[in-house]
C-alpha cells in the first residue's frame, strides 16, 4: 500500500464528490444555503476528510475508525441528497448522479475499511 493518500482511489472520488457538492450549493439562494446546504456540504466533505485523517494514524484499528465515521457520512449525505432533491432544490437527473457517485465512494470504503490492517495497511 502506499504511503500517500493522494494514491487512494476512494479518497478521491470521495474530495471530488465534495467539490461537487460544493459547486452545486454555491448556486443556491441565502436560505437553501444557510440551512440544507450547509449541512450537506459539511458531511460531503467529511467523507474525505475522515478517510484522510484514519490513513495519516498510526494503528491500523484507528484508521479503520475513521473510515467508519467517513461512512456514516455517506450515509448522512444521501439522506441531506433526497432532501435537496424534495425540496427541489437539485434535479432529479443530479439527485440520480450524485446518488450513484456517492453510492460507488460506499462500495469502495466498504472494500478499503475489509483491507486495512491487512498485510502492511
Not at 32 to 55: C, M, P, V, Y
Not at 89 to 97: A, G, P, T, V, W
Request: include cysteine.
Amino acid at each position: 500500500m502506499s504511503n500517500r493518500i493522494e494514491d487512494l482511489e476512494v479518497y478521491n472520488l470521495s474530495e471530488a464528490f465534495g467539490d461537487r457538492i460544493w459547486f452545486l450549493v454555491a448556486k443556491w439562494d441565502y436560505f437553501a444555503k444557510d440551512t440544507l446546504g450547509k449541512q450537506i456540504a459539511r458531511s460531503a466533505d467529511s467523507i474525505g476528510a475522515n478517510i484522510a485523517e484514519g490513513f495519516g494514524r498510526y494503528h491500523y484499528k484507528e484508521n479503520k475508525n475513521f473510515c467508519y465515521f467517513s461512512r456514516g457520512s455517506v450515509i448522512e449525505t444521501k439522506g441531506w441528497l433526497k432532501k435537496a432533491n424534495t425540496r427541489n432544490l437539485i434535479s432529479d437527473e443530479d439527485y440520480q448522479s450524485l446518488l450513484k457517485e456517492l453510492e460507488t465512494i460506499h462500495i469502495k470504503l466498504n472494500i478499503y475499511i475489509k483491507f486495512i490492517g491487512k498485510g502492511n495497511a
